[in-house]
């Protein structure tokens, strides 16, 4: 084959101006050639409107860890060049192609410049214009597996409403069903991008192998999956039923935390859009945008914000070429100044601070991958604390494990081995970890109001030089932890629990402030609990197993009662893998796992719930910081009581406020 391809031969000559790779005709056993042209993404751009640029359309697909092994052929301008794409891609590539005439398509790996990050620093800014003027979305899943065209067949079924409900209720179908839910966990849904990519498609199809189905049908299928499943765990029951899939009992698992189910209700709740399809409006912030995307993985660390920028309400944004350039300049001006280290170090970070701070002024995000993931995560808080004054966002597990090493990362930033469900080894998902307290961002209501009216204060900020780590919030301390119980595996409210309660007398209902405590008082979508609750609570005393424990989890799925279930879901929401905590002042409550004896119960403004800090003394400057362990349920506490209850305690009537170096 010829040279290795080189983008010189294909510039971008304008800063809205993309690359469009032309797939050429072939048979299944020809080799891959394509032709790389450039084109501006609007019309407008054009010197004249009757040169037309034609159609393409945009791939969307998985790239995989494999290396780029797999050479196709690409010309610019009549000279071809050698180009070595992942297997995946590869494996798009020849079913995509068309056998009688070319098909025009955009692919990140190939008309981005991927060593080039001034260029993909660029063309990430522009990347939903790309996939909304693209006039469709191609969505490869990968190579056919035995199952994937059964489930795609099964599709049209599905879809057939007036079929559905005696679909459902055929025992003959589960094989199809379990290969619809294998369909579901595929790579491809796991993407961040992918959201993006298909929440802005005028139209999108699914190809898996050689067999595609349209989007629509495809995400009707997903929601009705999900909704008879959740409601009714018909389809499951019938699985297990079966003797292909050895009565597993639990074999499909969560069906709502599947990434196609996620995926599937992520871009249906994104925009309100007019009747011909367009955005009228974007709907979630940013920070509900990360928060609720926490599923969503992606290759690079700084993708994880990249991915959802253009998605999210007000937001704007730009690459960090022309910045760069000043910094450049600015670097070359100090340098001509004494060699004090420390004093071009300041000035370069009051630069980028007045750069910041501007771009936060225009709700811009600034688009760099040169820059350490850290630090794009400091400028994610900033936007986001900023924006709405509120300090919830570090209650919230986002960050991926792998992005920050552990060693550097500090104690508030939360990383997604937290998030409430995790993927299990069959691919599946289940409960992993309670819900957060402060529940999802962006509904417009709260859960609980522990700071009251407080928002954060001025003295809300990052430490700079050797503080690079450090968060600086306001609150105050309104108890300890005087004991704690084990934490609760896999959901079981251990027998300690109900003496720690104070349930003594298990022939009478729960004591309030127990039960309320398992549930964070509150019921499903964060309402009043139901009056039912404590009886349910005694109902599943009386259903546990031997020694007193309640596996909330044995009787979810094998209980008599379906009122007791419901109550003990709503328990698995709140209790799973947290302590029952007794402080010093006797509230009852519930903390994270890795809480101590000892630990602060706090109050910082900004936060709607109490949170659990670690006091710490630095071993070489001896100066006070404190670790952040988590948010807690504090029954008595946990919408605004806490504010008279520190005056009541203060010899002045004043509140001692404090500032708290996080670590």
């Not at 898996?208 to 299928?221: I, K, L, M, N, R």
Request: proline share 5%; glycine share 6%; aromatic share 10%.
């Amino acid at each position: 084959m010829s040279d290795e391809y080189s983008y010189q031969s294909c510039p971008l000559i304008k800063a809205n101006y993309i690359r469009i790779l032309t797939v050429q005709q072939g048979g299944p056993g020809d080799l891959i050639e394509c032709n790389l042209t450039t084109r501006p993404l609007t019309i407008l751009e054009l010197p004249s409107p009757i040169n037309q640029v034609p159609p393409y359309e945009a791939l969307s697909y998985h790239w995989g860890n494999e290396k780029a092994e797999s050479k196709i052929k690409i010309y610019t301008a009549g000279f071809p060049g050698s180009f070595k794409v992942r297997p995946n891609l590869h494996a798009a590539l020849k079913q995509l192609r068309f056998r009688d005439r070319p098909r025009r398509l955009w692919i990140d790996a190939i008309c981005i410049n991927q060593d080039d990050n001034d260029e993909k620093n660029a063309q990430v800014s522009l990347m939903a214009d790309v996939y909304s003027k693209a006039t469709s979305v191609c969505v490869w899943l990968g190579e056919a597996s035995p199952d994937s065209t059964l489930a795609l067949n099964f599709i049209s079924r599905i879809v057939n409403l007036d079929d559905f409900d005696r679909l459902v209720a055929d025992r003959r179908t589960p094989q199809e069903w379990a290969a619809l839910s294998s369909l579901m966990r595929r790579t491809w849904f796991s993407r961040r991008w992918v959201v993006q990519e298909i929440a802005l498609a005028d139209h999108a199809t699914l190809y898996c192998g050689d067999a595609y189905v349209d989007w629509s049908e495809f995400a009707d299928a997903v929601s009705l999956f999900e909704a008879v499943e959740s409601e009714s765990h018909t389809i499951s029951k019938s699985i297990m039923m079966s003797d292909l899939f050895d009565h597993i009992p639990d074999f499909l698992g969560e069906i709502k935390f599947l990434g196609a189910t996620r995926l599937v209700d992520a871009t249906s709740n994104l925009f309100r859009k007019s009747k011909n399809g367009q955005v009228l409006e974007r709907l979630l912030s940013l920070e509900a945008l990360i928060s609720n995307l926490s599923a969503f993985q992606a290759s690079r660390p700084h993708d994880i914000i990249y991915a959802v920028l253009n998605l999210a309400k007000g937001m704007r944004t730009s690459a960090a070429t022309s910045n760069k350039e000043s910094l450049v300049e600015t670097q070359s001006h100090v340098a001509t100044e004494p060699t004090d280290q420390t004093l071009r170090e300041q000035k370069l970070t009051k630069l980028a601070t007045r750069r910041f701070k501007q771009a936060v002024e225009e709700n811009r995000f600034i688009i760099d991958y040169q820059k350490p993931f850290f630090d794009v995560c400091k400028e994610f808080l900033r936007f986001t604390i900023k924006s709405d004054g509120f300090l919830d966002i570090i209650c919230r597990p986002w960050v991926p494990e792998d992005g920050i090493p552990e060693a550097e990362r500090p104690s508030w930033l939360l990383t997604t081995s937290k998030t409430a469900w995790g993927m299990r080894p069959d691919g599946n998902y289940s409960r992993a970890n309670a819900d957060t307290l402060v529940g999802p961002p962006g509904l417009g209501k709260r859960n609980y109001n522990a700071s009251g009216s407080f928002k954060v204060t001025d003295s809300w900020k990052f430490g700079e030089g050797l503080k690079v780590r450090s968060m600086y919030v306001e609150g105050f301390v309104i108890d300890s932890i005087k004991r704690k119980k084990p934490y609760a595996a896999d959901g079981i409210i251990l027998n300690e629990w109900l003496s720690a309660g104070g349930w003594t007398d298990m022939s009478a209902l729960p004591p309030d402030e127990f039960w309320r405590t398992l549930v964070a008082d509150r019921g499903p979508n964060g309402v009043n609990p139901p009056t039912f609750y404590p009886r349910a609570c005694k109902s599943a005393l009386n259903q546990s197993v031997k020694g007193g424990h309640i596996s909330t989890s044995t009787l979810v799925h094998n209980g008599k009662s379906t009122i007791v279930a419901k109550f003990l879901r709503r328990v698995q929401e709140v209790i799973w893998m947290r302590r029952l905590i007794v402080t010093e002042y006797d509230f009852l409550g519930l903390a994270p796992e890795m809480s101590k004896k000892r630990d602060l119960i706090c109050i910082l403004y900004g936060c709607s719930v109490p949170v659990a800090l670690r006091r710490m003394v630095d071993p070489v400057t001896e100066e006070e910081y404190f670790t952040f362990i988590g948010e807690c349920y504090v029954h008595g506490i946990m919408d605004g009581e806490a504010f008279a209850l520190a005056r009541s305690r203060s010899d002045n009537g004043l509140i001692t406020k404090k500032v708290f170096e996080l670590r």
